[in-house]
């Protein structure tokens, strides 16, 4: 099971830190993505880390401005958003081999 937290609404410019809590599979086994889906379009792939978070990649839209890590103790993995723009406007997914989490809301707006 995965459990997104940590969306909401915030001003163009600002932060958020998105968090994944993960239970029912060995966490540390499994490299981590985020993914995000805006109204109307198809779900992209943001960002994936690898299981003992040694390697990153991110997608060129948020290159620079999102960082994601894990905490293998924790079962966690979060999505620092920095810079954020209104078309960073989607529901945030986290995901791994065969599971989904269901979701959390950012909405970038003035």
């Known amino acids: 099971q995965l459990v997104e937290s940590g969306g909401g609404l915030v001003q163009p410019g600002g932060s958020l830190r998105l968090s994944c809590a993960a239970s029912?599979?060995?966490?540390?086994?499994?490299?981590m993505n985020w993914y995000r889906q805006a109204p109307g379009k198809e779900r992209e792939w943001v960002a994936t880390?690898?299981?003992?978070?040694?390697?990153?990649n991110y997608a060129s839209s948020v290159k620079g401005r999102f960082t994601i890590s894990r905490d293998n103790a924790k079962n966690t993995v979060y999505l620092q958003m920095n810079s954020l723009k209104p078309e960073d406007t989607a529901v945030y997914y986290c995901?791994?081999?065969?599971?989904w989490g269901h979701g959390t809301q950012v909405t970038v707006s003035s």
């Open positions: 995901h791994t081999y065969i599971y």
């Open positions: 029912g599979f060995t966490f540390s086994a499994y490299a």
């Open positions: 880390i690898t299981t003992a978070g040694g390697s990153t």
